[in-house]
């Protein structure tokens, strides 16, 4: 399940489930959403974006939810592997700026 | 191509000192991003460029001076290092091409203990 403590939120899954991690996002006038993936010691890592005028992405393995009514965000992973194991963030921007703004983010925690 | 690349990957500093983060980006991208991630915390956005000559505060600049002479070079300097910049620090690049979106290309990130 998904826990919010002093440390980044946590979700553990076990292999093969799908994972669904959530995001509340803070601009209701934000026109870009994107989630990143950062792996242990390593840079973030871009995964899957969308546009306030869709309410639904696929990806490979993964779909991205848009709410604008309650500013909610979800990123989906289907059948998770333990190479999902990473912190996931997701990041809003408004389309001129091109400077995002980062959310807290979530470790998923994928155990076999 | 290398894409983004740091060095160095980690230093230590004393209360104090000075130093340099190097930041290079081979893909031509015209903005680049200075950000400090804290641990357990998201990215902040120190400075950023939106081309060479150009330069900008963001959320947390206090302590920190950018220049950015080139498109493929960004180096972040700290004056009077204090551990409050203990961080690890993240340059990232992208592409302004008139898409409504921005995908940022990260680099692997540089450890910095001020002690």
């Known amino acids: ?112 | 191509n290398a894409g983004v690349t740091q060095t160095p990957k980690f230093r230590i500093l004393k209360i104090g000192q000075s130093m340099t983060l190097q930041c290079t980006q081979d893909m031509n991208h015209n903005y680049m991003y200075w950000y400090r991630q804290d641990p357990g915390m998201g990215l902040k956005l120190i400075y950023y460029s939106v081309g060479a000559g150009i330069t900008d505060k963001g959320e947390v600049p206090n302590g920190y001076n950018v220049s950015r002479s080139t498109t493929e070079d960004f180096p972040l300097r700290l004056e009077l290092a204090a551990p409050s910049q203990t961080s690890v620090y993240f340059c990232a690049s992208s592409l302004r091409d008139g898409s409504s979106y921005n995908e940022q290309f990260f680099g692997p990130g540089t450890r910095l203990t001020v002690l």
């Open chain 1, 1 to 112: 399940g998904e826990s919010v403590g002093l440390h980044l939120p946590t979700l553990s899954v076990q292999e093969g489930d799908n994972s669904i991690i959530n995001c509340a996002y803070s601009n209701s006038a934000s026109d870009y959403f994107i989630w990143y993936k950062q792996e242990s010691g390593k840079g973030p890592q871009f995964i899957i974006d969308i546009r306030s005028n869709m309410d639904k992405r696929q990806g490979q393995r993964v779909t991205v939810l848009l709410n604008k009514t309650v500013k909610h965000l979800s990123l989906q992973i289907a059948a998770t592997q333990p190479g999902d194991s990473a912190v996931y963030f997701c990041a809003e921007g408004l389309g001129g700026s091109y400077i995002p703004t980062f959310g807290r983010g979530t470790s998923l925690i994928v155990h076999p």
